[in-house]
């Protein structure tokens, strides 16, 4: 057989050759949307996409990947459902610091609770429930949140700047469509109607703009600024907290009439600063008692309950500060120094005069005692660790007892039975031995520990003895006396220090006002068409549309009708042959509304 050559078929006429056609396909490639394949291993579920092999492609992935899952966690974290989600669990987790003992705020008390529920504490304890507001979970909530609204607020607030700077929309085609809307004719020009119409819209604190035959208007951006305004005041009071806490430091001292406070560390009888604050930053002031004066109330069911608490103070403010005197009241604190002393509390510390066994003065002076309830009813304690007996051998005493404002003895009870100094009585029993003060173990000045002490006796009996003002005590076998010389007063006062009150207060004052803005204000638009109708006669048209379904858009556009009538009277319409007196009046929102704000 002879081998034969096959041989093309024939082009039809116009088609394109080989080469013509492949450039048409390139350009085709080029040209098309449709996505093009990748090869490669497809993931589902994942942001990467699809993964290419070799090291690179991996690589690639992986960027993708952590990349797209970042946006996600950001996108949720900056949506307002999550916003107010961690605000919610904010108020939720204040809830165990104000139910159970803190240990930053009264750790006696806190150390109380431990001793009451030995179960639970070490349950709490691990859950940081004594000290929430510095715990772990506390703080996440609260830095979360905190990025939270400032992821809200700066996208919203780009936009908003946006809407500032745009232009009102431009009038819609049907104003019968608007859920307001009204129009008459008049023989006024076009062009002197919409020069009236802006000047009336801008009286009314309307943004304006001409487009064509219209005049369109715009107003209530207050209301998006209140909003903002709220949240921004968020942040300022998060951040006011959070200074107030880490920068912060109070502490109490109990000032015994005559004596003073300088504001060093040393000087407070309890201290709590925060994480940030060292107590080289403490101001140099300080203060003296002069005296103390107080009243209460002598007759009905409030029998007994304080009238006034005034203490007499002389302050100064720095190293060589000149002296100035003031009075401190309950909630009137002294301000001084960038920090503020109260007026806490307040009591008696009856002053003695000891003498040992050889005649010396051993102590001499104020005794601070504690209250154990409403009516002043105080315990006393006097340490003496500088004493010597008749035979001269060095050694300690002890005092202890009660101090009672107005003893009645008709009651039967060492309890006081009114908080003013009517009928002051001193009871003490005296104890010798060791007092443990150079034992090297910190104890209670208000405390007397009596394990290593003998008690004094007299018959065999504990001696004890109810002293008033002047009256002496001799301790048995010539161990010494003790005179109750009168009675001086004591006031405690809490001196406290937070760098962010002033903030905090700023920005609650600022978030009322935004949500006031934000509920009182409505954002609504305004349009005023002018054309020329086919009799000759100008046609004005006039429509609103607000946010929200309000009556106030109506009755507000037909203000605007009405000012707008001395510039652009209304006339008859000849084909109705009747007077054209009021503008028609604006149609009440109604269901096309809906489609007008689409």
Request: with cysteine.
């Amino acid at each position: 057989m002879s081998k034969t050559e096959s041989t093309p078929a024939p082009e039809a006429p116009g088609a394109p050759g080989p080469s013509e056609a492949s450039e048409e396909e390139a350009a085709g490639a080029r040209m098309s949307t449709a996505p093009v394949e990748e090869t490669g291993q497809s993931v589902p579920g994942s942001f990467g996409g699809v993964r290419k092999p070799g090291a690179l492609g991996w690589l690639a992935w992986t960027g993708r990947e952590i990349t797209g899952w970042l946006r996600w966690f950001w996108r949720q974290l900056t949506s307002m459902r999550v916003a107010l989600i961690l605000l919610l669990l904010l108020s939720l987790a204040t809830i165990p610091g104000s139910l159970i003992p803190q240990t930053s705020v009264d750790s006696m008390k806190a150390d109380a609770w431990k001793e009451a529920h030995k179960t639970l504490t070490p349950v709490y304890e691990k859950l940081q429930l004594f000290h929430v507001y510095s715990s772990v979970w506390f703080s996440a909530i609260y830095i979360l949140l905190f990025v939270s609204l400032i992821g809200c607020i700066v996208p919203r607030t780009w936009q908003f700047v946006g809407q500032l700077r745009a232009r009102p929309p431009k009038a819609p085609h049907r104003f019968n469509r608007l859920p307001a809307h009204t129009g008459w004719k008049t023989d006024a020009d076009p062009e002197q109607v919409l020069a009236a119409a802006q000047k009336v819209l801008k009286r009314k604190w309307f943004r304006t703009t001409v487009d064509g035959n219209a005049v369109a208007a715009e107003k209530g951006y207050l209301r998006e600024a209140g909003n903002l305004l709220f949240h921004v005041s968020l942040i300022v009071m998060l951040v006011a907290f959070a200074s107030a806490q880490l920068w912060k430091y109070e502490g109490g001292k109990l000032v015994v009439e005559g004596d003073g406070f300088s504001n060093t560390l040393t000087q407070y009888d309890d201290f709590k600063s925060g994480s940030f604050f060292a107590s080289d930053d403490l101001p140099p002031f300080g203060f003296t008692l002069n005296g103390f004066s107080g009243s209460y109330e002598r007759t009905g069911p409030q029998k007994g309950s304080p009238r006034d608490y005034r203490a007499h103070v002389t302050y100064w403010n720095g190293s060589d500060g000149e002296k100035h005197d003031t009075t401190i009241k309950v909630n009137e604190p002294l301000e001084i120094g960038g920090s503020k002393v109260y007026l806490q509390g307040h009591g008696y510390a009856p002053k003695v005069t000891v003498r040992d066994g050889k005649g010396n003065i051993a102590y001499s002076g104020a005794v601070a005692s504690l209250p154990l309830d409403n009516n002043v009813t105080e315990t006393t304690v006097l340490k003496v660790p500088d004493y010597l007996d008749k035979d001269g051998k060095t050694d300690q005493l002890g005092f202890t007892g009660m101090f009672v404002p107005t003893f009645d003895p008709r009651s039967g009870s060492m309890f006081s039975q009114f908080p003013a100094l009517d009928n002051p009585v001193l009871v003490l029993t005296a104890y010798r031995g060791f007092l443990g003060i150079d034992s090297g173990v910190p104890q209670s000045v208000y405390k007397l520990d009596t394990s290593k002490m003998e008690q004094f006796k007299e018959g065999g009996r504990p001696y004890k003895r109810a002293l008033r003002p002047g009256e002496k005590l001799t301790l048995p076998n010539g161990a010494g006396t003790l005179t109750f010389d009168g009675i001086s007063s004591w006031a405690t006062f809490q001196i406290s220090h937070k760098p962010g009150d002033g903030p905090a207060l700023a920005g609650a004052v600022a978030a009322i006002v935004g949500v006031a803005l934000s509920l009182f204000i409505q954002r609504r638009r305004v349009w005023v068409r002018a054309v020329r109708g086919a009799d000759g006669r100008t046609v004005v048209e006039l429509g609103g549309l607000g946010r929200s379904e309000s009556a106030k858009v109506p009755e507000e556009l037909a203000d605007i009708a009405v000012a707008l009538q001395p510039d652009a009277p209304p006339v008859a319409d000849e084909d109705s042959k009747e007077p054209a007196d009021e503008p028609e009046r604006p149609a009440e929102p109604s269901e096309s509304s809906e489609g007008a704000r689409a």
